[in-house]
């Protein structure tokens, strides 16, 4: 089992920027790849952006449009989203996950972290 934990969200104004942080532990070896996701009030969480664990392979959600990047640091065991010229519907709980080799899904789920953005 991956734990996985969220840091970085928060207020900030339209234009604004952020960065999450996701911070795994427990069988890391196990991660093919992590992805953020995001869920607004009265939505249904969507994918935001993935990254291989090994290879860094990246993709994006078109809704992103150059303006979010993912990356991570395989020695911390930790991904990042940064989120620049945020927009107020960026508002939403978003979450990290991960994913191992033999599925096609994400299995393991942070808490998320809130991100507002004000207009």
């Known amino acids: 089992q991956v734990q996985l934990v969220e840091s970085g969200g928060g207020l900030v104004q339209a234009g604004g920027s952020l960065r999450l942080s996701c911070a795994a532990s427990?069988?890391?070896?196990?991660?093919?790849?992590m992805g953020w996701f995001r869920q607004a009030p009265g939505k249904d969480r969507e994918f935001v952006a993935s990254?291989?664990?090994?290879?860094?392979?990246?993709s994006y959600a078109k809704f992103v449009k150059g303006r979010f990047t993912i990356s991570r640091d395989i020695a911390k065991n930790t991904v990042y989203l940064q989120m620049n010229s945020l927009k107020p519907e960026d508002t939403a709980v978003y979450y990290c996950a991960s994913r191992v080799l033999t599925t096609q899904s994400f299995g393991s789920w942070g808490q998320g972290t809130q991100v507002d953005v004000s207009s």
């Open positions: 990254i291989t664990w090994s290879g860094g392979t990246k």
């Open positions: 427990g069988r890391t070896f196990s991660i093919y790849a």
